[in-house]
């Protein structure tokens, strides 16, 4: 079974950096594609990056491109999400998510099984 669990969040001024990390206690991320999404206060759900099983493929929202790198450790089931150059619009909810068997990377939330708890980032100007 997958349990997600999210940590490295905080606060964090303009311009500053956070590495994010995503752990799955349950020991089957390696076979699995991942996703982090994030959600600010009256927003959906949006997808910020997402890195296949092999991290042979990795996806980046626009708004991250250049910014963010997302990155996986299997041996360690881990994935990483390095946010540098952040902006007060980083600002939100940040979840790690896992979409079983999937071999490509999707973008869609509802295409991700499970769900970590969600860790807050928040970047002041």
């Known amino acids: 079974q997958v349990q997600l669990v999210e940590s490295g969040g905080g606060l964090v001024q303009a311009g500053g950096s956070l590495r994010l990390s995503c752990a799955d206690s349950?020991?089957?991320?390696?076979?699995?594609?991942v996703g982090w999404f994030r959600q600010a206060p009256g927003k959906e759900r949006e997808i910020v990056a997402a890195?296949?099983?092999?991290?042979?493929?990795?996806y980046y929202a626009d708004s991250v491109k250049g910014r963010f790198t997302i990155s996986r450790d299997n041996a360690k089931n881990t994935v990483h999400l390095q946010m540098n150059s952040l902006k007060p619009e980083d600002t939100a909810v940040y979840y790690c998510?896992?979409?079983?068997?999937?071999?490509?990377?999707?973008?869609?939330?509802?295409?991700?099984?499970?769900w970590g708890q969600g860790t807050q980032v928040t970047v002041s100007s």
């Open positions: 890195i296949s099983w092999n991290a042979a493929s990795t």
């Open positions: 998510a896992a979409a079983l068997g999937r071999r490509t990377v999707v973008t869609g939330r509802n295409q991700y099984n499970y």
């Open positions: 349950g020991r089957t991320f390696s076979n699995n594609l």
